[in-house]
């Protein structure tokens, strides 16, 4: 699965009921060692009910300045969310599921388990900064 198969993908939960679009990824750096980093994993996907437009950065505590844009990107992104990639259905299961119900078309939305969990998806200020 590329990155790109998940920006703007319509996401719904397990009963079909839409959710949003994915807007972003979040990655942590814990994985075994790839040169001077550990290797990044995909840690989950961050869900915006309204739109599939990104953060642009805006979803860090200290992203303040120009005001007016940070506040028009935090409007834009409110009930946005963050779902663990494993509360994400396998990439099979997305295949059986459009299957099941012949959609022919190529985009497949983002199916989340049932009972999965909304996490915050603000991100700590940077260090350093």
């Given at each position: 699965?590329?990155?790109?198969?998940?920006?703007?993908?319509?996401?719904?939960?397990?009963?079909?009921?839409?959710?949003?679009?994915?807007v972003?990824?979040?990655?942590?750096?814990d994985?075994?060692?790839?040169?001077?980093?550990?290797?990044?994993r995909?840690?989950?996907?961050?869900?915006?009910?309204?739109?599939?437009?990104?953060?642009?950065?805006?979803?860090?505590t200290?992203?303040?300045?120009?005001?007016?844009?940070?506040?028009?990107?935090?409007r834009?992104?409110?009930?946005?969310?963050?779902?663990?990639?494993?509360?994400?259905?396998?990439?099979?299961?997305?295949?059986?599921?459009?299957?099941?119900?012949?959609?022919?078309?190529?985009?497949?939305?983002?199916v989340?388990?049932?009972?999965?969990?909304?996490?915050?998806?603000?991100?700590?200020?940077?260090?350093?900064?």
């Open positions: 699965m590329l990155l790109s198969d998940l920006l703007d993908a319509r996401v719904v939960d397990d009963a079909g009921r839409p959710l949003g679009f994915v972003d990824v979040r990655l942590v750096l994985g075994p060692p790839d040169g001077a980093l550990a290797a990044p995909l840690h989950g996907l961050l869900v915006s009910p309204r739109t599939g437009t990104s953060f642009l950065g805006y979803e860090r200290d992203a303040t300045a120009p005001a007016v844009l940070a506040g028009w990107l935090r834009r992104h409110r009930g946005t969310f963050l779902v663990l990639w494993e509360d994400v259905l396998s990439e099979d299961v997305l295949r059986e599921d459009v299957a099941e119900h012949g959609s022919d078309d190529d985009e497949r939305p983002v989340l388990r049932a009972g999965y969990r909304r996490w915050d998806p603000a991100l700590p200020a940077r260090r350093g900064a």
